[in-house]
């Protein structure tokens, strides 16, 4: 098991671009998370799936902001119309629904906006 | 917003000392959570412990919680150099499928 995989690590874009982050998370976890983390704060919570149901999102998550898990494996975070104030690490983190909730995070992607 | 906040933000401690951080939180929870995070890397669990716990000891960490006061203290005893890192809490809302961050505590281990 290869653990938590988001891509790409890092993402330099000009201010109204549209960015696409992807997260494969561990094969048989059925849920799955976006935090946002910016420099010197604690993850904030932005959305989960479980399998390829979105059960919850953060008001955070402006309409610009678009979460997918199609067959409830590998997930996207899309954003549209990027603002400066979106530059943040998008971390992705899976669970077992069964489990007592302890969280396996990847590496993160590093959005900056110019 | 936030739900846990860590005290000390930040603390620099001399390596084989024991290294303190503290949390609390506002609502009743499931379980409390410790994860570490290295500069710009993911974040990596380090112990949980139920609301029904106590106290918990895992290698050289050990965690207590006071539910009556809802807080909860991480200890690391016999600090090394790669300790250093941000320490964060986390709590699940009773109720709640997601987990709460606190901001953080950033341990700097001095060789």
């Known amino acids: 098991d290869t653990g938590v995989s988001q891509n790409p690590r890092h993402k330099i874009t000009k201010r109204g671009q549209n960015v696409t982050f992807r997260c494969d998370p561990i094969?048989?976890?059925?849920?799955l998370y976006w935090y946002r983390q910016t420099l010197g704060q604690g993850p904030e919570f932005l959305t989960y799936?479980?399998?390829?149901?979105?059960?919850?999102k953060s008001r955070l998550l402006s309409d610009r902001f678009s979460a997918e898990r199609p067959k409830g494996s590998f997930s996207t975070l899309e954003i549209q119309r990027t603002e400066q104030g979106d530059s943040a690490m998008y971390l992705c983190?899976?669970?077992?629904?069964?489990?007592?909730?302890?969280?396996?995070f990847g590496e993160g992607s590093r959005l900056t906006v110019l | 917003s936030q739900q846990g906040e860590e005290d000390p933000q930040a603390l620099s401690i001399q390596e084989g000392e024991n290294a303190t951080m503290n949390c609390s939180y506002k609502?009743?929870?499931?379980?409390l959570q410790w994860y570490r995070q290295n500069s710009g890397r993911g974040l990596v669990h380090l112990i949980l412990?139920?609301?029904?716990?106590r106290e918990k000891h895992s290698g050289r960490l050990r965690v207590t919680l006071d539910t009556s006061k809802k807080s909860s203290s991480l200890l690391i005893t016999a600090s090394r150099a790669a300790d250093t890192a941000s320490y964060f809490c986390?709590?699940?809302?009773?109720?709640?499928?997601?987990?709460?961050f606190g901001q953080g505590t950033r341990l700097t281990i001095n060789p």
């Open positions: 799936f479980q399998n390829e149901a979105q059960l919850e």
């Open positions: 609502t009743s929870i499931n379980n």
């Open positions: 094969s048989e976890h059925n849920r």
């Open positions: 412990i139920r609301s029904n716990e």
């Open positions: 983190a899976s669970s077992l629904v069964s489990s007592t909730g302890e969280l396996f």
């Open positions: 986390a709590t699940d809302a009773e109720g709640a499928q997601k987990l709460v």
